[in-house]
């Protein structure tokens, strides 16, 4: 079964490895001050393992999507739409009005992921990611929650 928590300290390993698997672009130490933002730092757990997190940043008005990231071997079982709609759910409670997100435009699971659960694109950034091979573009996209 697939439970969702806020992180511990004691997570970041896991949250080491797991961020490994993605585009590994955070550091421990960013992490740990993500886990005294204002926002939502949630972990995945199935069987007491850590198998995917999720990062929202709350400003009192709306919750911008820092990061979301599941284990590879988790992938496509659901752990990233359970915490997505978790996220969701807690910042409707405290009164967020939209949430913001920026994706990778060649990042389709990602963006399939976004669209499923009812986020709609808000803008384009043109070259925003550099890649090994040169530039990529940046989705925004955004969902209401009021
Ligand atoms: C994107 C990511 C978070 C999805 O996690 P996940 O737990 O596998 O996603 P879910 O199982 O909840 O999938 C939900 C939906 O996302 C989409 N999706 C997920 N993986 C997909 C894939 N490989 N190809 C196409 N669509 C995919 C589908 O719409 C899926 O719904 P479906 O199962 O009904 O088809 C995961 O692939 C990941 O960690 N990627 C690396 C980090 C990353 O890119 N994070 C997002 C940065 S903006």
């Not at 599941?70 to 739409?81: D, E, L, M, W």
């Not at 808000?122 to 940046?138: P, Q």
Request: aromatic letters at 8%.
């Amino acid at each position: 079964m697939i439970e969702t928590a806020a992180a511990r300290p004691a997570d970041l390993g896991d949250i080491m490895d797991i961020e490994r698997d993605g585009d590994a672009s955070w550091s421990k130490a960013a992490f740990e001050v993500a886990l005294g933002n204002d926002g939502w730092f949630l972990v995945a757990r199935e069987n007491g393992q850590v198998s995917g997190f999720i990062i929202g940043r709350f400003d009192g008005f709306d919750v911008e999507l820092l990061k979301l990231s599941v284990a590879v071997a988790s992938r496509k079982r659901g752990v990233a739409t359970r915490l997505l709609q978790q996220l969701l759910r807690l910042s409707k409670q405290k009164g967020a009005g939209v949430c913001h997100l920026e994706v990778n435009a060649g990042n389709l699971p990602a963006i399939a992921l976004y669209r499923k659960l009812g986020f709609s694109l808000t803008g384009l950034r043109k070259g925003y990611y550099r890649t090994k091979v040169g530039f990529s573009d940046a989705l925004l996209m955004a969902k209401d929650l009021r």
